[in-house]
């Protein structure tokens, strides 16, 4: 560091969630003399990986079921609805063992089988034809981030920022120098409210799906598309960002928002039903309430539109109580504070934004268009998701994407270029907003428009106003940013507004329904599915 503006490091790895903090584990363990930041939006246990509830699908034991690497990967082939790409799905699944023992040499605590020391309890989720979810409790996702946070934090490699947010990457292109080289980063310090610059050799993008686009998200509020958008303007190609994911079951109470009930609830054996007690899956899927997580959101949606109420039910009432308590411990705890007890009464459920399957187009090294700029994790497009994530495939692509990214930066460290340094941030022109009331209804209008127009079921007509109104938002927005100092609230929005209109791009290249796009004026599949590819006007 040179000055209390400035800092240097060989990796810059931008989110401290799964595929962060694995990327920065698997580098510090292997070069000792590695000097690695990590950047968290905020506090470093905040993110989505805390939030995981379900587990993480890996075919690792013989006595699964008679499980296999085939299998998973036919599983995952059929949840993505034709749009997965096959050799990345045999890549992730391939890799899948190692990662569960990486994570339990870790630490990870997964569950054990009943009166086992050695075999683990191993569950089912939605598209799975078997048991071979590795979970802990319902609570898998805080185990994993609980346990790296704790290595990352006392590896002496490895140096945490909290409450950094990066607004933009900086690039030779941008500097007008030959190639498009990321060089570093501009970082709001969110407890200064200073503008910092960040150099460094490579750069990684870890920083999750942009649900937050949304009205209604089972994601934490930092879950706004950061790094996607980012990645765009400094000139990478995204795919598939149609494709957002709606978990089918999040709690319906004012007192508890976006608090997502587990996949694993059905798994188990819990049932979708009407107000009146009737079931209706059976209606809508040969499996019923384990069918991918579009077909179930779909149904419910219009189930609650057929029927005009605001929610549906999730039973699972019926099993013994023990046996809910103990595989759910933190859901009935959660829903016992609302009034809701899972093991005598049903469920009040919505859909709700969930996952983000398209994002920033890497390869299998999760390198992206920008030559030394990485993509792991939720904000990137692998191949794997397809039209539909499979459940518990999500932390699985963080830690098999995160080990490749380490795996070839590390034989890149010795010949990487010095590093490069940019100008300061410009403040000299700008001065602070006495308006702050104009973000915060901007932001409100987006989210409510993106839910009316382009959530779970969409039309040409919705698409259009959709466009025509992000397009004014971000006139406006843009003005504001050219104007005013940076805020973290400014940097969001100009985020979600980038979003916004990638998606509805997308979903208007779309003439079809196919997994999570879903247009009542192209219902039918085409013949010959492609990606949808977006690329910056750079590129062109």
Known sequence: MTNNTERECDVLVIGSGAAGLTL??????????INLIVLSKGPIEEGSTSKAQGGIAAVCNVYADNDSLESHVADTLVAGAGLCEKDAVEFTVRNAKSSIEWLIKEGVDFDKADDSQNDYHLTREGGHSHRRIFHAADATGKAVQDTLISQAL??????VLEKFNVIDLVTT?????PGNRVLGVYVLNCATGKVENIYAKFVALCTGGASKVYQYTTNTEISSGDGIAMAWRAGCRVANMEFNQFHPTSLYNPQ??????SEALRGEGALLKRPDGTRFMPSYDKREELAPRDVVARAIDHEMKRLGVDCMYLDISYKDPEFVKKHFP???ERCL???????????PVVPAAHYTCGGVMVDQ?????????????????????GANRMASNSILECLVYGAAAAKDILSKLDSAPSITKFKP??????????????IQHNWHELRMLMWDYVGIVRTNKRLERAKHRIDLLKKEVKEYYENFRITNNLLELRNLLQIAELVVKSAMKRKESRGLNYNLDYPDMLDDPQPTVLTPKIHK
Do not use: C, M
């Open 24 to 33: 920065a584990l698997k580098l510090a363990d292997e070069n000792p003399n």
């Open 154 to 159: 006392n590896h002496p490699q490895i140096t």
């Open 173 to 177: 292109r941008k500097l007008g120098l």
């Open 256 to 261: 508890d928002q976006n608090f997502l009930l």
């Open 330 to 332: 933190n859901i009935y």
């Open 337 to 347: 504070k609302v009034g809701i007890d899972i093991t005598k009464q049903p469920i």
């Open 365 to 385: 090294r999760a390198l992206t268009d920008i030559s030394n700029l990485y993509a792991v994790g939720e904000v990137s497009y692998t191949g794997l998701h």
């Open 425 to 438: 941030w410009d403040e000299s022109q700008v001065t602070n907003s006495d308006e702050e009331v104009i």
